[in-house]
């Protein structure tokens, strides 16, 4: 299944201005890596996918926010947004907002 070329529009505009990024298809989705770290990806759901400190990431789930789920195992620090979660542009640029803070917290790859 394709990922939501809409959704990756938006998250290129969201993340435009950002130094190191590279997309990169993976995963059946279209992903973005900050300085050699996948930070958000519209996936093969046509959702959002953030990487994030796990312990940020346990705060933040909700009704429209769930851990990622890849071959039956939960991935700690990975959420899956869908479309509530990102509707409106500035909602989604809060998304990329934490998880490029995050990516650029680790080590250079």
Do not use: C
């Not at 130094?19 to 995963?27: N, T």
């Amino acid at each position: 299944m394709a990922y939501d070329e809409g959704l990756a529009d938006r998250i290129r505009d969201a993340i435009d201005g950002e130094a190191g990024v590279v997309e990169k298809r993976m995963f059946g989705g279209l992903a973005f890596l900050v300085d050699g770290h996948m930070a958000i990806a519209a996936n093969s759901k046509g959702e959002a996918m953030v990487h994030l400190a796990p312990e940020a990431a346990e705060g933040l789930l909700g009704p429209h926010v769930t851990r990622t789920v890849m071959r039956g195992r939960e991935m700690r620090g990975w959420l899956d947004l869908d479309g509530e979660a990102t509707a409106s542009d500035t909602e989604l640029a809060q998304w990329v907002r934490r998880t490029v803070d995050y990516a650029r917290s680790l080590p250079r790859r």
